[in-house]
């Protein structure tokens, strides 16, 4: 979300999206994350994890609401990579994954789906990043640089 972030602010047109299965977020106890279904609104999720003062306490200084603030100021839910039509997947002309397991995940879908007729080459790139705040900010100014080097190819 935060490259989402960076690259929406920068001008550029970006979505994000999910690969697993569901969306996992840190809980109380390292075996139990908190899960919500995609297309649940970051309103909701962030409703749903400050329901208590000891829940609101512990999620706030954790700083997993935090990254349903953000979420919600750039979309309204996480969105599955693979629940995605593939006329609108067509429509990307360059993929970053931040994880290599997203990236493999990207891969086995777009290997997996049928050519339609407008079918187009989609650049699949892996930044590889640790997950915290301080590394994805880096990657975020990474990914724009990137993505300012493509947009002045003229032909990818």
């Not at 979300?1 to 979505?15: F, I, Q, T, W």
């Not at 997996?112 to 080459?121: A, G, H, L, Q």
Request: aromatic share 8%; proline share 6%.
């Amino acid at each position: 979300m935060e490259a989402h972030l960076v690259l929406g602010n920068a001008g550029l047109n970006c979505e994000s999206y999910g690969t697993g299965t569901k969306v996992r977020l840190p809980g109380k106890k390292a075996m139990e994350p908190r899960i919500f279904k995609f297309g649940t609104p970051y309103e909701q999720m962030y409703k749903s994890l400050s329901s208590t003062p000891d829940d609101a306490a512990f999620f706030n200084r954790n700083r997993v609401l935090q990254l349903c603030r953000r979420g919600a100021a750039v979309k309204r839910a996480p969105v599955r990579w693979q629940d995605t039509p593939t006329d609108r997947v067509n429509q990307h002309d360059v993929v970053i994954a931040f994880e290599e397991r997203i990236y493999d995940a990207v891969i086995e879908d777009l290997q997996m789906r049928e050519p339609t007729e407008d079918f187009k080459p989609i650049h699949v790139i892996c930044l590889d990043t640790k997950d915290n705040p301080t590394e994805a900010a880096k990657q975020g100014q990474v990914a724009l640089d990137l993505c300012w080097r493509l947009e002045k190819c003229a032909d990818l």
